[in-house]
């Protein structure tokens, strides 16, 4: 048989084709004699192929080798009932739906009834004109090559849209580890994905980050610091996706976060509070697989702001991102630098986009880096409504008053880096998370510092506590509190030697 193919739809990794069906003839009949015939009277028809089998036993066997479009089949045949053969064309798989032509000698009403009845199509009395017969071999074989090819492009349709979905999938699963769900639909489902240029939209921002973690990751092997990281990081994923934010980037072991785009929603900021709070309480779970490999426990500060942004795809035709751009952006890293450990710092601007369904344990006046004027920052302790998460209250922290001050020296940290400016001050309350110290100047509120710690000989304990200024207690002299970000083990084995704390 002679097919001829057509390559359709998308490229893919194999070819789609339909087939071009010629009309091809299955003659079964006994007779030689009417076998030759009729190969004479389709002879010079060149789009028919005429195929003869004068063993109805061998009937359906040549059938599924050859495909036709018609069979012509007589009604008496020594070796099986003419009908019978009907019966069986009709159950075969391959010639089911194969248009059947009965041939028979005499016009007999009962005989052609019960044909029709078992599944024949059409019925002539042989010999047929040639006309009547190629007229009804191409009436019959066109309706049935219609419905192969109809039938054969829906499957091709169908294993087309298998092989898009496989690689959409395939798609979803490699870049969905590297781009949020919401951000790789809007590049698989719209024309416009990947085009470069960004929209202004209200969004709220959340920055987190592990305090303390730069000082903990200097004594831990690579490898360690890195698995720390990636317990930190799927947990927090999790919670993330599940209250629809977007992850814009991985930073180290911050996160930043987008709530608001792709997809804007009216409950954007509140979904943001929820979501920093159940990964605040997450944070018992990843400090108990710490613990289990052996790693230290870690704390983790976050910060939220909401404001105009610019969205969209960011960069040039060959790399670009999908991320934000504006100072709201640069706001919300502000804030989130102000946090200590399990804490949870949002703008004005949050507060009032999420109304009163905040539980507020404190607020405070602050002057971000590059912003004209302070502004003032919550701490968040809960939310109620649909959400209904809350941490623990906030407790006061017990210091026990020192009978011999600890001498320490302290340096002022500007965006995680060290100034060159070391003062001399002295621990005269303590306990395992907080100090109350005094020096010889005044230090703001909020400053992060890296604490060196003496014993009462003198002699160094660490250089590497790190702690941030929490409140001021006197003005003359210069007394304040410090809640520490990181304490290094020797500090806590000190700490516990000396101080059973």
């Known amino acids: 048989m002679r097919n001829k193919s057509d390559k359709i739809g998308p490229s893919m990794n194999s070819e789609i084709t339909l ?7 299955l003659l079964v009949d006994d007779q030689a004699m009417i076998g030759e015939a009729v190969r004479r009277m389709l002879v010079d028809d060149e789009d028919i192929d005429f195929h003869y089998c004068r063993d109805a036993a061998l009937a359906i066997k040549m059938a599924n080798q050859i495909a036709p479009t018609v069979i012509l089949q007589d009604l008496v045949m020594p070796e099986i009932d003419g009908l019978t053969l009907v019966r069986y064309f009709r159950a075969n798989e391959g ?20 044909a029709f009845a078992l599944g024949a199509n059409d019925y002539l009395v042989k010999l047929p004109d040639r006309l009547e017969l190629v007229a009804r071999i191409r009436y019959h074989s066109k309706g049935y090559i219609n419905l192969l090819e109809r039938n054969e492009a829906h499957n091709a349709l169908l294993e087309s849209q298998k092989k898009l979905e496989i690689r959409n999938q395939f798609i979803r ?38 305090r303390g973690f730069t000082a903990v990751s200097e004594r831990l092997p690579a490898e360690s610091v890195v698995s720390v990281i990636n317990n930190y990081l799927a947990i927090m994923t999790e919670i993330i996706l599940e209250y629809q934010g977007t992850i814009d980037e991985f930073i180290g072991d911050s996160i930043l976060v987008i709530f608001g785009a792709p997809i804007l929603r009216d409950d954007d900021a509140k979904r943001a509070v929820a979501c920093a709070l159940e990964m605040q309480m997450a944070m018992d779970e990843v400090n108990q697989r710490n613990r289990e490999s052996g790693y230290p426990e870690v704390a983790q500060g976050i910060g939220i702001n909401t404001g105009n942004l610019v969205v969209g795809n960011i ?11 504006g100072r709201n952006v640069n706001l919300a890293a502000r804030i989130e630098s ?10 004005e601007s949050t507060l009032q986009d999420c109304g009163s369904i905040l539980r507020i344990d404190d607020q405070m006046e602050v002057m971000p880096k590059g912003f004209k004027d302070p502004i003032t920052i919550y701490e968040v302790g809960g939310i109620t409504d649909e959400y209904n998460l809350f941490l623990p209250e906030k407790r006061d922290i017990r210091l026990m008053e020192l009978r011999q001050p600890l001498s320490i020296r302290l340096t002022i940290l500007a965006e995680k880096y060290a100034s060159d400016d070391v003062f001399q001050g002295d621990i005269i309350k303590l306990s395992g998370e907080a100090a109350e110290i005094r020096t010889t100047v005044p230090i703001d509120k909020m400053t992060n510092l890296k604490i060196s710690l003496f014993d009462d000989e003198g002699y160094e304990i660490t250089t590497e506590m790190y702690g941030k200024v929490t409140g001021n207690t006197s003005d003359s002299p210069p007394t304040f509190m410090v809640t520490f970000t990181s304490v290094p083990p020797e500090a806590k084995a000190f700490f516990k030697y000396r101080y059973n704390f």
Request: hydrophobic share 30%.
């Open 19 to 25: 087939t071009h069906h010629r009309i091809t003839v």
């Open 95 to 114: 010639t089911r739906n194969v248009p059947l032509i009965v041939l028979s000698s005499k016009e007999e009403p009962r005989t052609k009834a019960e």
């Open 173 to 210: 699963d490699t870049f969905g580890r590297y781009l949020s769900d919401d951000i790789v639909d809007s590049i698989l489902e719209s024309p416009e994905g990947m085009k470069l240029g960004g929209e202004k939209r209200r969004i709220t921002i959340m920055m987190s980050d592990l």
């Open 315 to 325: 960069g040039s035709e060959k790399r670009s991102k999908y991320g934000v751009v």
């Open 338 to 347: 102000y946090t200590v450990g399990g804490q949870i710092l949002i703008s």
